[in-house]
Structures are given as structure tokens and as C-alpha cells.
């Protein structure tokens, strides 16, 4: 049974940093993309960053270039998200996403598996 399993996400101050975890559990190894999504209250479900398992190429969304960091631990089977400068913006449910395609990374239809979700809160 396919799992992604988040963990990491808090309560923060403006300024500070996370990072997020995602261990996947029975992933096929047909799956060549891993991703972070997050989704705000009242808001769509956004992408943030994805990393490509072979190559290890990386996008981000533009609001968090230059502040957050994928990166993966194959021994681990674990995708990392660093999360620093924080602010109250990134403010969502962060979901843990994998795909068997190259499709537009950002759009959500494009994945096959997905998390539960670790709350991330930053305070002003």
C-alpha cells in the first residue's frame, strides 16, 4: 500500500524556519516526481516545490524561491522541505504529492498520491 507520510509542521514566529518531512512507504518506482503542495483556508491548493527523483532537478513557486529548499534522502525514502524566513503568508496545510508524469508541475490533477497534510502557522 502506497503511503506519504507528513511530519514537521508547527507553529512559528515570522522570521523562523521548518522543515518538513515526507517518507514514502511502497512508492513504484515508476514515480519520477515528488512535490509540495500547501492550501490556506478559503484558498485553491497551490504547488510550492518539486524535486525529480532521477537528477534531482528542483522548481519552486515564485512566492517562496530563494526561502524554501527540496531536497530527498533516497536511503530514506524521505523528501525534505526546508522552510526558512517564514512568514505569515505561509500560513496552510502542507501536502506531500508524487507523480508518474512530467505534466505541468503545479497543477494538483497531475499527481497520483498524496498525504494527509502537516499544518504550518506563522505568526506575525
Known amino acids: 500500500q502506497v503511503q506519504l507520510v507528513e511530519s514537521g509542521g508547527g507553529s512559528v514566529q515570522a522570521g523562523g524556519s521548518l522543515r518538513l518531512s515526507c517518507q514514502a512507504i511502497g512508492l513504484p518506482d515508476s514515480i519520477i516526481r515528488i512535490g509540495w503542495f500547501r492550501q490556506a483556508p478559503g484558498k485553491e491548493r497551490e504547488g510550492v516545490a518539486i524535486?525529480?527523483?532521477?537528477?534531482?532537478?528542483?522548481y519552486y513557486a515564485d512566492s517562496v524561491q530563494g526561502r524554501f529548499t527540496i531536497s530527498q534522502d533516497n536511503a530514506k525514502n524521505t523528501v525534505y522541505l526546508q522552510m526558512n524566513s517564514l512568514k505569515p503568508e505561509d500560513t496552510a496545510m502542507y501536502y506531500c504529492?508524487?507523480?508518474?508524469?512530467?505534466?505541468?508541475?503545479?497543477?494538483?490533477?497531475?499527481?497520483?498520491?498524496w498525504g494527509q497534510g502537516t499544518q504550518v502557522t506563522v505568526s506575525s
Open positions: 504529492a508524487a507523480a508518474f508524469n512530467r505534466a505541468y508541475w503545479k497543477n494538483r490533477e497531475n499527481y497520483n498520491y
Open positions: 524535486i525529480y527523483t532521477v537528477g534531482r532537478i528542483t
